[in-house]
């Protein structure tokens, strides 16, 4: 007869949760903006007519913390830096919560992309004073936008399931 010992149980796998939402979030921000590269509106905003909130984000804590002010082209590259370190931390702390939640993967992430787009893009930022409220907006122009968030939670939820399943059990 074999007795079974108690051993310890396997490791907390929060850190593999963690990163494979991370990654995901990096993936899903970079496929969010290819996306919008396709927006028939992608040129008006390249064009300076008025600032990117990731932009003005970055001239704000570049300017707070290292008392820099950004040149033209490093904008275009903090702003960059800020849109997918946001969406990095954003997918991270989704990797974890639903590795607490089932319900959380629901809609294979677009219900994830929707509340990024609500939380970040409709409250938040126009809050901060980085971007007019959506209500400024043409409608086509919010719906784009919408639908950008949505490839986002999408594509983290692909990235984060597959890492999950496959690379980090």
Sequence with gaps: MQVETQSNP???????ALFAG????????LAMSEFHSLSPHAESHSQG??????????????????????????????????HHA????????????????DSGRLGWGLSF?????L????????ALGLSKPITGEAPAVEAFEFASHLVY???????RRTLREYLLR
């Design 22 to 29: 991370a990654l995901g979030g990096l993936i899903g921000s």
């Design 119 to 126: 939380g970040a893009h409709v409250i938040t930022v126009p």
């Design 153 to 159: 939670g999408g594509v983290t939820e692909g990235v």
């Design 86 to 101: 946001f969406g990095t931390v954003m997918g991270a702390l989704y990797g974890v919560f639903v590795d607490f939640r």
């Design 10 to 16: 396997p490791p907390p796998t929060r850190w593999k």
């Design 49 to 82: 007519v008025d600032e990117d909130s990731t932009v003005k984000a970055a001239s704000a804590i570049s300017q707070t913390l290292f008392h820099h002010r950004l040149t033209p082209a490093q904008k275009e590259m903090a702003g960059t830096a800020v």
């Design 113 to 117: 992309g929707a509340t990024v787009w």
